[in-house]
């Protein structure tokens, strides 16, 4: 009895250690780990004497509401030259007897944020909330000051975690105009208000009870997801006269222009002079010699990020970049462009974002639209080509794969400039050919067979090979890469040809066997001739919740040719299949021809995202083609 009552009151204990609010957040989010109570940004724009000064006010109070809350405990606040932290108060909440105790945060760590392929001026402020529980809250409070008007940061009403209240509000003096771009909002009640209040417009955002946002794989960056508001200080009143910041796209070229102005005035390196001359000795065509000079540029200048202040956007002297031999994406568009220019050739300096950023130049004329920078060539038939030195092994007509389809930014002198959208290269452009030629001894697969890979895949398949320094470690990555049939694929020899080259298919020639594959039940043999089935890997599950986003699009082909056995005849082939939407197409068709049986099946993949009907559509048709991929061949005794 006495156990029992010590039992109960443990428990009861233990209950009574849990807040209201707990109980209230545990039951409305049973499965997260933590809510955000409240989330203010309070933003100051002030105009003094033709200065803008933007302070920005940060407060965020969560609530953690498992026991991995100790997980939430480190965290670190970002700034650099454009974002100053100023004041930052942090600490945790436990709670106990019926009230929260508060822990402050006294231990702040300042670090420098580098590691051997990235050096900026950006730090973070590290610290720790002591004592976080499950049932406790941190408050974090911060101010930080915003030291270039144009880099306003957008504001999100979304994360990985619920929110229960968001609220955002911009005080901005009478004398500055302001827009505001809104992205994923459509279906969210957002509570606006505008108000004016001793010579400033005051603007309000508000919205209570946000879910939860899933964590994906291959999911869209989260500014593609989340809704969020960018915030956009378009011009201001100076001596009874407007300045434009940021109105169009013009305000941001002109800015940008004056930033690269005097890039590269400086005498230039007389062997870089020779190197361009040599590279392009005897070449017969333009194009010729702007691959020369590309090629040799993604070889031998080694990329590095680094930024500081301005410097991030300026493009460092191609004389110090070819001395290095080293830069980030600014100094390899800087030597290309210097280096065309010793060729007598023209390059333009070209502003870019990853499709990591979601915004056209149009939508977004400020320097969140872009992050990234290289050099545009266009030919005497008005053909351009987006050089991207910061990449390897990709040939001049491809762009990297992650500005494929996004809008560039080309600089064409002072005041003019082109807006010009990247190609998404098309699907049998990266392509991956098999052929081989099978026979079957007993139930073992005995065969030879060539893989052409182009395009993205092969450029892929050369990072892999990287660092597979020895024989044995190829050929372990060619018996996962090329595998056929079942883990029992295995390669006995094979030769690359074209290996690392820029223009030309790579090309693996190789041996291979798969034992105990082919089933022989009495006077029958029963073979599987699908020995790739990777389409069902772009399956996606049903209840993801975002976009789906793959590198480039695809195209595969894969042909067998199965010599019969001496004494079989082809006793039934399976019937062709052949199915397409819009987005994948896919054709299985075998026929026989004198001793051999020809197994075909190719598949394009048109995609690079997938919204979630469009990922329906897709899985559809790979259920159909799954059902072939069952289909056996039956040989029988003669």
Known sequence: MRLLFTILFVTATCLGQESKEFKLYKKLYPNANSVTLNKNTTITIELNDGNIDITQEFLEEDLYLSEGASYASKRALSFSSFFELEKVEASSFVFSNGKYKEFEVTDFKEKDELDDSFYDDSKSLNFIFPNLKKGAKSVLKYTENVKNPR????????????????????????????????????????????????????????????????????????KTIFPHIVPIITSYQYKNESENLAQNVSDLYNWYYSLVKDVNQEEVDENLVKLVEDLTANKASDLEKVKAIY??????????????????????????????????????????????????????????????????????????????????????????????????????????????????????????????????????????????????????????????????????????LEDKTTDEKIKSFYNTRLRKGSNKFLIQS?????????????????????????????????LNLNFIKDLSSY?????????????????????????????????????NVDLSNDYLSSNITYSVKDNEITYHHSFKLDFITLDLEQQKDVNALIKNIEKAFKEVIILKKI
């Open 151 to 222: 880099f306003l940061s957008p504001f999100y009403f979304g994360d990985f975690s619920p929110i229960v209240n968001n609220k955002v509000t911009i005080v901005a003096d009478k004398g500055i105009e302001m827009s505001f771009k809104e992205f994923n909002t459509d279906h969210l009640n957002i509570d606006f208000k505008k108000q004016e209040k001793r010579g400033a417009n005051i603007y309000t955002w508000e919205l209570n009870n946000i879910d939860e946002y899933e964590i994906e794989s291959n999911a869209p960056s989260y």
């Open 295 to 464: 090629y040799w540029t993604q070889k031998n200048i080694k990329y590095i990020a680094f930024e500081y202040a301005l410097g991030g956007f300026i493009p460092r002297q191609a004389n110090e970049v070819y001395q290095k031999k080293y830069g980030d994406c600014k100094d390899n568009s800087s030597i290309l462009y210097k280096m065309l220019e010793i060729a007598d050739l023209k390059g333009d300096l070209t502003w870019i974002g990853t499709r990591k950023i979601p915004y056209t130049y149009s939508e977004v004329p400020t320097p969140i639209v872009d992050n990234h920078m290289i050099l545009s060539y266009t030919d005497s038939n008005n053909k351009t080509y987006f050089l991207d030195a910061t990449g390897r092994y990709v040939a001049i007509d491809y762009p990297t794969s992650f500005i494929q389809g996004k809008e560039a930014l080309i600089a064409n002198g002072p005041s003019d400039f082109i807006v010009k959208k990247v190609p998404v290269v098309p699907a049998e452009k990266n392509a991956v050919i098999d052929t081989a030629y099978v026979k079957l001894e007993n139930e073992h697969i005995l065969g030879t067979s060539k893989t052409e890979i182009s395009g993205y895949n092969k450029i892929d398949t050369f990072h892999y």
């Open 494 to 526: 094979f030769k690359e040809t074209n290996k690392y080259d820029y223009e030309k298919n790579f090309v693996i020639d190789y041996e291979f066997s798969i034992n105990d594959y082919a089933k022989k039940l009495g006077n029958e043999i029963y």
């Open 539 to 575: 399956k996606t599950d049903k209840d993801r919740k975002n976009a789906i986003e793959y590198e480039h699009k695809n195209y595969f082909s894969y042909t067998t040719y199965l010599k019969i056995p001496e004494g079989y005849s082809v006793d039934y082939i399976p019937e």
